[in-house]
């Protein structure tokens, strides 16, 4: 992902590519990326307009702290956090930075969760099973992307049972059965399947490259400067 944004901003006629940040020092379209440790000198010195993560959890939260001391918004789709992790990032945004954090950027996607929604509240008498597949070097499973639709069944449906996967007997109840693909290139395929009596309705997105994500990270970083310091969401940006 640090690659497909760094090239989309480094070609984009209003935007600057300053540099980046990784594990090991590099270069980035002719940029310099240095290591994380180094991420408060790197701000300080280049003062960037906006920090964009896409790293892993526990990264992400320390990237987060040191643009929010630093003064810089941020653009954050690193997935996987937990509990305890959102409530330290909420604290070190809220008030201080805006950021725009979310699961999926892409335009696509933020449709469809506004549509899993919308089918959610007419048909909560139906079976629902929720599906992901990805290419087989991601590391967390759900995908955050999964995790958000969970949130939004919850949400609709008040909370249920949550199976993942199911092997020998399994008696279906009233629960939400969760299933994970993992193999190859896959982009990134979600869907959610009601199951009635004489019909089923699905509603599904597939990602075919990953720059969708990253130009919808670019579109918010061009979106977020100068905004209230809080979290905001891709459906902000859009204003869904
Ligand atoms: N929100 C979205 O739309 C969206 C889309 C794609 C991927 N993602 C998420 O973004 C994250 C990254 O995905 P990816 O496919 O680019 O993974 P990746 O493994 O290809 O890249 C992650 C990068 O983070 C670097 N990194 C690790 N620790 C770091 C640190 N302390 N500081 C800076 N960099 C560090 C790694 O060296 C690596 O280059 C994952 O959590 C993934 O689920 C979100």
């Not at 993560?53 to 001391?69: G, H, L, P, Q, W």
């Not at 509990?83 to 990032?89: G, V, W």
């Not at 059965?177 to 997105?205: K, P, Q, T, Y």
Request: charged share 25%; glycine share 10%; net charge negative.
């Amino acid at each position: 992902m640090g690659t497909n944004i760094g090239r989309i901003v480094d070609e984009a006629p209003d935007m600057e590519l300053v540099g980046g940040i990784d594990i090991r020092e590099g270069t980035l379209f002719g940029t310099e990326v240095v290591p994380a440790a180094k991420i408060d000198a790197f701000l300080n010195e280049k003062k960037p307009d906006v920090l964009i993560d896409f790293t892993v959890a526990a990264a992400a939260v320390e990237n987060i702290k040191a643009a929010a001391r630093n003064d810089v918004a941020l653009i954050v789709g690193t997935t996987g956090f937990s509990p305890e992790q959102r409530t330290t990032i909420a604290s070190a945004v809220e008030g201080h930075v805006p950021a725009v954090i979310s699961s999926n950027f892409s335009v696509g996607v933020n449709i469809f969760w506004k549509l899993v929604r919308e089918a959610a509240r007419e048909l909560g008498d139906y079976d629902i099973e929720v599906t992901e597949a990805h290419h087989r070097y991601k590391k967390d499973a759900p995908s955050g992307t999964a995790k958000t639709i969970l949130e939004i069944l919850d949400q609709e449906l008040g909370s249920r049972e949550k199976v993942y996967g199911r092997v020998g007997e399994t008696e279906r109840k009233g629960e939400i059965g969760v299933h994970v693909v993992r193999g190859g290139d896959i982009v990134g395929d979600h869907s959610v399947l009601f199951a009635g009596n004489f019909e089923c309705i699905e509603v599904s997105h597939r990602a075919y490259d990953r720059a969708v994500f990253a130009q919808g990270a670019v579109r918010a970083a061009r979106w977020v400067v100068g905004r209230e310091p809080r979290i905001y969401s891709m459906q902000d940006v859009l204003g869904l």
